[in-house]
């Protein structure tokens, strides 16, 4: 390297270098300084978490998972909706399974290689669904045989109607209606 000072900056480096002095005094022969060594880390790739689902409130976010980074996980970091303010959690694993939640979150992993900066993986969701109500059908009533039954309606359920089933007395034994409205008639 064609430099004569007593210090010395490189130029961009791409891998672990050892830099040392060539001195020389007077007439006397060459000596070399001892090395120091630059060790240089791959650039941070942030990588993306996978994982993110819909679950029932009260349950974990289930395992998510950290891929295509370089470097090593710093923490992860969870925000809830509007997602706008993240919360650090103190985990450096490239895996994360939260506790029990009540709000739809987003979680990311803060990924650092070396001494390069700390980047922010992509994120992912996980949808809270509310818990499912069933709720109460009313319009129950006295008919004579052979009539319909009349409009039932189903109100106070959260979720939505899968199907409805009807019983004959003794009333165990149910049967599938293909219905989706939260009102029926027979």
Known sequence: IANTLTT???AALTQTTQFRAVV???????????????????????????GGTTICTGSNSGQLTLSGNT???VKWQSSVAPFGIWTD??????TYTSGVLNETTQFRAVVQSGTCA?????A???????ATISGTVTGGFKICSGSSSGLLTLSGNTGSVVK?????????????????????RS
């Open 24 to 50: 020389k005094s007077g007439l006397c022969s060459e000596g070399t300084s001892s090395a120091t060594t630059v060790i240089v880390s791959p650039a941070t790739v942030s990588g993306s978490v996978n």
């Open 124 to 130: 992912t969701t996980v949808t809270i669904s509310p």
């Open 89 to 94: 959690i103190a985990n450096t694993l490239t």
């Open 71 to 73: 470097g090593n996980v």
């Open 8 to 10: 010395y900056t490189s």
């Open 118 to 122: 700390q980047v922010f993986s992509s």
């Open 164 to 184: 409805w089933q009807s019983s004959v007395s003794p009333f165990t034994t149910w049967t599938d209606i293909a219905n989706t409205l939260t009102t029926y």
